[in-house]
C-alpha cells in the first residue's frame, strides 16, 4: 500500500519549452502532497505543498509562476516547470499524505529533467 | 531553527558492523522524526520513524534512539549490509500547518563486503 507514482520519470526538453510533470498516489487519496526538487548529492529541498482544491504554497525563494503547481483531485498533482533553462535541471520528487491524517509523507520515484 | 544538522557526510562500514548517524534539531515544536533511504536515481523510501514521548525504537535492523533533552537522535543500523549502500535522511515535522518536512542533510552510506 501507499504508492506514489511520477510520470515522466525522464524528460529533455530544450530551453524555453514547459515541462509537466504528474504526481499520482495510487492507492490512497492525498489532500496534500509536497514537491522537492534534489540536486546531485544534495538534500530534497520543499518547493512548495500543494492541497487538493486550493492555490498551492510556495518555500521562500521558489518562483511560483515558472513552477506551476495543480493539486485538481485528491490523487493528483501536477508541476509545471514553464519555459524552462539549463538551470532548472534537476531531479524532481514528490510526496504526499494521506487524507486520513498522519504525519507520513510517501515520495514518488522522482523525475530527472534535463534541458539542453 | 528549522535546521536538522546530520552528521557524518559519508560512512564506511564493514560488512556486519554498525553504521550510526546522528541528527540534532533545534525546533522544540517538532515531534515527528522520520528516517528515508535514497538510492541512487530513486526516491526516499520510509525507514523508521519516531516521536518524542518514546526514547527508542526498533524495526528488524533499523533503530532510532531519540534524546529529547539533547534534541538528538540517530539512526543505528545492526549487521550492517552491502545493500544498505544508500543515502540516509534524517527528517524533523511539527504538527499543524501541513506537517512540512526539513529534511538534514544526507549521509551516504558504503558498506563494503
Known amino acids: 500500500g501507499a504508492v506514489v507514482s511520477q510520470h515522466p520519470s525522464w524528460v529533455i526538453c530544450k530551453s524555453g519549452t514547459s515541462v509537466k510533470i504528474e504526481c499520482r498516489s495510487l492507492?490512497?487519496?492525498?489532500?496534500?502532497m509536497f514537491w522537492y526538487r534534489q540536486f546531485p548529492k544534495q538534500s530534497l529541498m520543499l518547493m512548495a505543498t500543494?492541497?487538493?482544491?486550493?492555490?498551492?504554497?510556495?518555500e521562500q525563494g521558489v518562483e511560483k509562476d515558472k513552477f506551476l503547481i495543480n493539486h485538481a483531485s485528491l490523487t493528483l498533482s501536477t508541476l509545471t516547470v514553464t519555459s524552462a533553462h539549463p538551470e532548472d535541471s534537476s531531479f524532481y520528487i514528490c510526496?504526499?499524505?494521506?487524507?486520513?491524517?498522519?504525519?507520513?509523507?510517501?515520495f514518488g520515484p522522482g523525475t530527472r529533467l534535463t534541458v539542453l | 531553527q528549522q535546521q536538522v544538522k546530520q552528521s557524518p557526510q559519508s560512512l564506511i562500514v564493514q560488512k556486519g558492523g554498525i553504521s550510526i548517524i546522528n541528527c540534532a534539531y533545534e525546533?522544540?515544536?517538532?515531534?515527528?522524526f522520520p528516517w528515508y533511504q535514497q538510492f541512487p536515481g530513486k526516491g526516499p523510501a520510509l525507514l523508521i520513524a519516531i516521536n518524542p514521548d518514546v526514547s527508542e525504537k526498533k524495526e528488524g535492523r533499523f533503530t532510532i534512539s531519540f534524546n529529547k533533552s539533547a534534541k538528538q537522535f540517530s539512526l543505528h543500523i545492526m549487521d550492517s549490509q552491502p545493500g544498505d549502500s544508500a543515502t540516509y535522511f534524517c527528517?524533523?515535522?511539527?504538527?499543524?500547518?501541513?506537517?512540512?518536512?526539513?529534511f538534514g542533510a544526507g549521509t551516504r552510506l558504503a558498506v563494503h563486503p
Open positions: 525546533n522544540t515544536a517538532f515531534d515527528y
Open positions: 510526496s504526499a499524505r494521506s487524507s486520513g491524517g498522519g504525519y507520513t509523507q510517501y
Open positions: 492507492d490512497f487519496q492525498a489532500t496534500t
Open positions: 500543494s492541497n487538493e482544491g486550493s492555490k498551492a504554497t510556495y
Open positions: 527528517a524533523a515535522s511539527e504538527a499543524g500547518g501541513y506537517n512540512k518536512l526539513i
